[in-house]
């Protein structure tokens, strides 16, 4: 009687026996979740793609309307995942630092709470003048 191949098991090394019912459950989950970090990731981008001329013409026109740039960062944190999206948010950051250095503080906070938590607990948020 033939035995199954080994099959490797989701970061687990070799499986010494047959595969078993969970482990192609645990396959399917791991694909459908791959699947989801892909389509989010391509989200992202699109973000990144959409928000270029909105930032490209806050910092054209010199802009100094603080809840359209403090809107435009709040969306934006939604792409800082991507590598476009996240150059975006600091070009941003970098602009409305001259204009509200404390309200930009808060931005790059929230980037790290989003994104960088444990940066985020080592330093608490500024507190307002």
């Known amino acids: 009687m033939a035995s199954e191949p080994k099959k490797p098991r989701s970061g687990r090394g070799v499986v010494t026996g047959p595969a078993t019912p969970d482990d192609e459950c645990l396959d399917a989950l791991v694909g459908k979740i791959s699947g989801l ?21 806050i910092i054209r026109t010199r802009c100094r309307d603080i809840s359209h740039i403090e809107r435009t960062l709040d969306g934006l944190l939604s792409f800082a995942g991507d590598d476009a999206g996240l150059a975006l948010f600091k070009r ?5 630092w001259d204009i509200d250095p404390h309200a ?3 931005q790059i906070y929230a980037y790290r709470d989003w994104y960088e938590p444990e940066a985020a607990a080592v330093a608490p948020p500024p507190q307002e003048p």
Do not use: K
Not at 92 to 96: D, E, K, N, T
């Open 104 to 106: 930009t503080a808060r």
């Open 92 to 96: 941003l950051c970098r602009y409305y």
């Open 37 to 57: 970090i892909e389509g989010l990731r391509a989200v992202q981008a699109q973000g990144a793609v959409a928000y270029r001329p909105i930032v490209d013409t």
